[in-house]
């Protein structure tokens, strides 16, 4: 008689993987400057770091940067998605204007947003207008082009089925747009979340706003090695944090979508 084999969760699974990746990544990189592979100058040991951190951690100075940074990442992240989804609805649901827009928006969506740093300190100067001019241009594309692929993804059978059943254009939009768009909407703020992320610490490295990228930019002209690799990781860890959050709430509110309940069934 076969014995019955217990399985652990997948959730455990991946868990247990991810924490054997993590350290397997700090072992190596403790070890890399130990057998002189490296300078300890340029890649100081991860006992240093971690210690440099937890220093961090306890620092009133650290939380004000950081609540800085997170400031301008949520106003840049919140303006660039109003916007987004308001400016995609409209051009996604009428043809014309998705048509007429298609060579603007591809002309203007590749510019690096980092080009727009010199104009945006001759508008704002070193304040955190300028951070946000960077922000919200880099994440208005993520949602806004999502935006307008979900809207003009709603199947026309069932958009003439709405309309042969007299359904308003509000009762359409709440039936019909909203649960096609929603997915590509998830996916365009999850990427917006991360980008603008990324942007709000580069400008505060380039345009010096007081925050974790000025911090950085600081310990690099200082020499300091172990302060600049303790920041890095911070703002590894917060990028972690921001996706995993975008994630769980893309999971709750898909939670009904063919999507989400694969990955659950896996």
């Not at 652990?8 to 057998?35: D, E, K, Y």
């Not at 104009?119 to 960077?134: D, E, S, Y």
Request: without cysteine; positive net charge.
């Amino acid at each position: 008689m076969p014995v019955p084999t217990t399985r652990r969760p997948p959730a455990l699974r991946r868990a247990l993987l991810g924490v054997t990746g993590l350290a397997g990544f700090l072992v190596g990189w403790q070890a890399i400057p130990a057998l002189g592979l490296i300078d300890p100058q340029y890649l100081p040991y991860v006992t240093d770091v971690l210690a440099r951190l937890a220093e961090q951690l306890v620092d009133l100075a650290f939380w004000r940067r950081l609540g800085s940074t997170m400031t301008s990442w949520a106003i840049g992240l919140t303006v660039a998605t109003l916007a987004a989804v308001a400016l995609g609805t409209l051009v996604g649901l009428v043809p014309f204007l998705r048509r007429t827009t298609h060579t603007m928006v591809e002309f203007l969506r590749p510019i690096p947003s980092v080009a727009l740093i010199p104009l945006a300190v001759l508008m704002f100067g070193i304040q955190r207008q300028a951070a946000l001019v960077i922000i919200v241009y880099a994440s208005f594309w993520q949602v806004f082009v999502q935006v307008i692929y979900g809207v003009a993804d709603v199947d026309a059978v069932a958009r003439d089925t709405a309309r042969s059943f007299g359904l308003r254009r509000r009762e359409q939009w709440t039936h019909l747009v909203l649960p096609t768009t929603l997915p590509y909407l998830m996916t365009g703020l999850r990427l917006a979340a991360a980008v603008a992320l990324i942007l709000a610490i580069t400008a505060e490295m380039v345009i010096g706003n007081p925050g974790l990228g000025r911090m950085i930019e600081l310990s690099r002209s200082g020499g300091d090695a172990v302060g600049l690799y303790a920041l890095v990781v911070v703002t590894g860890l917060l990028g972690l944090a921001v996706n995993l959050v975008f994630r769980f709430v893309e999971r709750r509110t898909l939670s009904w979508h063919e999507s989400v309940r694969g990955e659950r069934a896996l």
